[in-house]
């Protein structure tokens, strides 16, 4: 397998992979992908549960993103706390809650955004499916976690949607309906705003 980073700036993308560079990635800074300075044995961030305390956080590239996207015609950033979904498929209670926080982390920087750009931002936060079965046994050992699988469920997942449009996200629909929900908001936003 190629090395990504190699093949990344072969083809004009600027490679960031020193912790130091990440914060002062900012607007103007072109096709750029970022990677942990620190990987993991599968090239990933490391889970929340074996980072060194202060290491980098799955927050720390979603400012970097949010620095670098942010421009006057606006943006769509799509970001995945794509481990929950590894270590679910491990049933690995430990990793997982970490993993959910890492996520919440960077949902909490999400929210800052919008927050300061209330009246132009949508969030959406989400998942594709649930993994492993999970539920939480609260008799008699309170707040147990049980899984029943180590593949994904067909479990319905929230949708959770805050600022501009968030009413459209209510209700039960396929997972499709997260496309057609959001093309709609931003064939509104380009027709207002060419
Ligand atoms: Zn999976």
């Keep these: 397998m190629p090395d990504l ?13 020193a912790r130091s560079a990440l914060p002062s990635l900012s607007s103007g800074a072109g096709p750029t992908i970022a990677f942990a300075e620190d990987l993991d044995a599968e090239s990933s961030l490391p889970y929340l549960a074996d980072r ?3 290491a980098q956080s799955l927050a720390d590239f979603v400012a970097a993103g949010i620095r670098v996207l942010n421009n006057p015609q606006g943006f769509f950033f ?3 706390g794509g481990k929950i979904d590894w270590a679910s ?10 993993e959910m926080k890492d996520f919440d982390a960077a949902i909490r920087v999400a929210l800052g955004f919008l927050q300061a750009h209330w ?19 609260d008799q008699p050992f309170a707040g147990r976690l049980d899984w029943s699988k180590t593949g994904h469920s067909a479990a319905k997942v929230p949708v959770y949607a805050q600022g501009v449009g ?5 209700g039960i629909y396929e997972n499709t309906g997260i496309f057609a929900r959001l093309k709609a908001l931003l064939d509104a936003s380009l027709a207002e705003d060419p």
């Design 89 to 98: 498929h491990d049933n690995d209670s430990l990793r997982m809650l970490g």
């Design 5 to 17: 980073r190699v093949l990344a700036a072969e083809h004009g993308f600027s490679v960031v992979t």
């Design 119 to 137: 009246n132009e931002t949508l969030v959406v936060v989400t998942a594709d499916h649930e993994t492993g079965g999970l539920s939480v046994q």
């Design 52 to 54: 060194e305390p202060g």
């Design 166 to 170: 968030q009413e459209l996200f209510l």
């Design 78 to 80: 799509m970001i995945e």
